[in-house]
């Protein structure tokens, strides 16, 4: 690769990932840069030839790095981007802050993000996939991001341009999500926090919390609005048809599609991420074969095939 620029921030060349993503698997990133700051992410990004491939990666929660890893730069915030700071009924969010983290310090102010307390992962990625769970999304609270685009300018987004839809928007590639500006109605703290509590139970009784997973694996199949809601007189999980196809707790080496709860993939023993990817493309095989329904990825594949 060509010389890359100076930074502040830790460089590292051919950087194993597996130890960075929930599943544990993964070849290596050809180069990690982690910023020390957003000044330090722009100027990099500006003296970064163009022909570089950029690819930001948050806490791993919604991710399979394939086993040879990924070429350019992998960017992954850390401590400079991670603050939360509330303002009346604004939550300003680094986008390196765990989505739990932000909904509890919300709901100790009065503010309620509730909705993020179950949902693995940082806000730079909820915002990315417009992250949601228990009837609300992140399109329901955003009013803009701060981002950093691949040639260094940094910007700010209202959020009506990312256009947010079911686990989707329109950040273009290569730019890095620094922060998120969500708004939140007020409510009882003591409240607030009872119904985080309720909202984990209700996970931890339904969802394999204790196994290495990377969420849900596949997006609901059901139609949805602009914000991500579901159409309720349509609604269809991914987990019923999965169920359906008698493919709850299926196994492919280490893979297994977990008995808990059949949407989720699991690194049951020393999975590769061709298994993990495999076990999944059979899953929607599978599903396709007996209902028609054609499933589609909600975790993230990225990077090289150990052989390519």
Not at 13 to 21: C, E, F, I, V, W
Not at 116 to 131: D, E, F, K, Q, S
Not at 241 to 270: C, Y
């Amino acid at each position: 690769m060509t010389d890359l620029p100076d930074a502040r921030g830790p460089l590292t060349a051919a950087r194993p990932l597996a130890d960075l993503t929930w599943l544990r698997v993964g070849g290596p990133a050809e180069w990690l840069f982690q910023p020390a700051d957003r000044d330090d992410l722009c100027g990099f990004l500006a003296a970064l030839p163009a022909e570089v491939p950029v690819f930001p990666i948050g806490v791993g929660s919604n991710l399979i790095v394939r086993d040879g890893g990924i070429d350019g730069v992998v960017i992954r915030l850390g401590r400079g981007f991670n603050g939360i700071d509330i303002d009346g009924d604004r939550v300003r969010a680094g986008a390196a802050a765990l989505d739990a983290h932000v909904a509890r310090k919300a709901a100790a102010a009065g503010l309620d993000l509730t909705f993020l307390r179950t949902i693995p992962g940082a806000i730079g990625g909820a915002v990315r996939m417009n992250a949601g769970c228990y009837g609300a999304y992140v399109a329901d609270h955003l009013l803009e991001v701060e981002a950093v685009t691949r040639t260094g300018r940094a910007v700010t987004i209202p959020a009506a341009d990312l256009n947010l839809a079911y686990r989707a928007s329109d950040l273009p590639e290569g730019w890095v999500l620094t922060s998120a500006l969500l708004r939140a109605k007020r409510g009882a703290p003591q409240a607030l926090a009872a119904a985080m509590e309720a909202q984990v139970a209700r996970r931890d009784a339904s969802q394999p919390t204790g196994e290495r997973s990377a969420g849900s694996t596949f997006r609901n199949p059901a139609g949805r609005s602009s914000t991500g809601r579901a159409d309720d007189n349509h609604e269809l999980k991914a987990w019923t048809v999965i169920d359906r196809a008698g493919l709850r707790g299926h196994r492919l080496g280490g893979a297994q599609m977990s008995e808990k709860h059949p949407n989720f993939l699991l690194n049951a023993g020393n999975a590769s991420a061709a298994d993990l990817e495999r076990l999944g493309e059979l899953v929607r095989e599978r599903v396709f074969q007996n209902s028609g329904i054609r499933l589609q990825w909600e975790i993230r594949r990225v990077g090289k095939h150990a052989l390519e």
